[in-house]
């Protein structure tokens, strides 16, 4: 019995990855009558997930989230801003989804992600819609003062479950900032 062969482990990855590309339905059937993912799971597992608050001392609120191996920062930095006149009694947030070359191999250098922005419109709409955000207790002085919430999210790492994660670390970054407020 010899030692395990490392070109052979690289040529059958390698080969696995062609049929993944060049036959994605069949590649993908194989895994569902199996009753398991392509990455071994069983289909009712989910990934593991972690959150860590304050993964960024100078941020308001932040927080690194996981699952599996998707990877976001989520960070808060709030300045006091004067609102608008339609919305005179209301702070405001501004979202930014980013999605750096690390992130991914398909990421390509120079040039912005493609579903970057379809990722930051749609947290937009989900923080914006699920009052997990009072505006009006953003605000300060009626019409005078308010606070204006810049929340980035950084992908490091894009292998799969890219909204979910994202909005993960943007609930938890939130979350870090109100406890961060009431303790400081």
């Known amino acids: ?41 069983p289909l009712g597992r989910a990934r593991e997930t972690t959150i860590g608050l304050g993964a960024v ?10 699952i599996g191996s998707t990877t976001m920062l989520g960070a808060i930095k709030m300045e006091v801003m004067t609102p608008s006149l339609e919305t005179q009694d209301e702070g405001c947030i501004a979202i930014y989804f ?9 990421v390509r250098p120079g040039r912005p992600a493609e579903g970057a922005p379809v990722v930051a419109k749609q947290l937009s709409d989900t923080i914006l819609s699920s009052g997990m955000i009072n505006l009006k207790e953003l605000s300060l002085v009626s019409g005078k003062a308010a606070w ?7 992908c490091l ?3 799969g ?3 979910d994660t994202a909005l993960l670390s943007a609930v938890a970054a939130f979350s870090h900032y109100s406890w961060w407020k009431r303790t400081a």
Do not use: Q, W
Not at 1 to 22: I, K
Not at 57 to 66: C, E, Q, R, T
Not at 148 to 154: F, G, K
């Open 1 to 41: 019995m010899g030692l395990p062969n490392a070109s052979d482990d690289l040529s059958t990855e390698v080969e696995v990855d062609a049929f993944r590309r060049l036959f994605p339905l069949r590649f993908y059937e194989k895994h569902l009558l199996k009753s398991i993912r392509p990455d071994a799971r």
């Open 57 to 66: 001392a100078s941020a308001n609120g932040s927080a690194l989230a996981k």
């Open 157 to 159: 790492d894009a292998d």
């Open 98 to 106: 980013h999605m750096p070359p690390i992130c991914s191999p398909i």
């Open 161 to 163: 479950a890219t909204f």
């Open 148 to 154: 204006m919430a810049y929340l980035d999210i950084y």
